[in-house]
């Protein structure tokens, strides 16, 4: 079975700094992992994937995410945060052709 | 706009009472699932359904009935609402052999 971990359900960054999402996977298969956003009162959206091929990953809105194996890690990261996302953000994980498991998600607050 | 589509969008209910959750996708995928989404608690499978006519159960099934009656459909049943039957419900699609889904944009039910 897969798992994630999301470490931290509330983040604040200024404006213009570092964005910073943990996400930690228990897998006992190679794992295909996914970030996932969710703005107020919507549905969610695929940020990034990755399925084995480049261990860093490139998403929508300048995010990305590098795989490690050896941290079992994939964080979320964004040099410079914008007002715009503000939202809340899972991650994901599933074995080949399996179901999505996602964390309990990040609520990321940019503070003007 | 092709997608995911969920109705209603709204509904409160009475303990006991029931209802059914459509979902409709016009993508001709194969896989459909329902969620809920529980503040601190990410998105759970309720069930799913890996073509027309089949059904699964998944992480948190009791108290709801799926149907598969047709590809494009996915309907949830509650047959008599509790309480902790209270969230937002989403459902989503994929096809096969991809593992990213395609999310409604949620249908919030309340339980008095």
């Known amino acids: 079975a897969q798992s994630v971990t999301q470490l931290g359900s509330h983040v604040s960054v200024s404006e213009g700094a570092l964005v910073l999402l943990r996400c930690n996977y228990s897998?006992?298969?190679?794992?295909?992992l996914f970030w996932y956003v969710q703005y107020p009162n919507q549905g969610l959206q695929l940020l990034l994937k990755y399925t084995s091929a480049a261990t860093l990953v490139k998403g929508i809105n300048g995010f990305e995410a590098e795989f490690k194996k050896s941290e079992t890690s994939f964080h979320l990261t964004k040099p410079s945060a914008h007002m715009s996302d503000a939202a809340e953000y899972f991650c994901?994980?599933?074995?080949?052709?399996?179901?999505?498991?996602f964390g309990t998600g990040t609520r990321l607050t940019i503070i003007p | 706009n092709a997608g995911v589509t969920q109705t209603p969008k709204f509904r409160v209910l009475k303990t006991g009472q029931s209802m059914t959750l459509l979902c409709a996708q016009d993508m001709n995928h194969e896989y459909m699932y329902w969620y809920r989404q529980d503040p601190g608690m990410g998105l759970r499978l309720i069930h799913y359904s890996v073509g027309e006519g089949t059904t699964a159960k998944g992480e948190v099934p009791d108290g709801y009935n799926v149907s598969r009656l047709k590809k494009q459909n996915f309907l949830l049943g509650l047959e008599s609402a509790a309480p902790s039957q209270t969230s937002v419900y989403f459902c989503a699609s994929r096809v096969v052999g991809a593992n990213v889904l395609t999310f409604g944009a949620g249908s919030r039910l309340t339980v008095l």
């Open positions: 994901a994980v599933s074995g080949p052709y399996e179901k999505l498991t």
């Open positions: 897998s006992s298969v190679p794992p295909y």
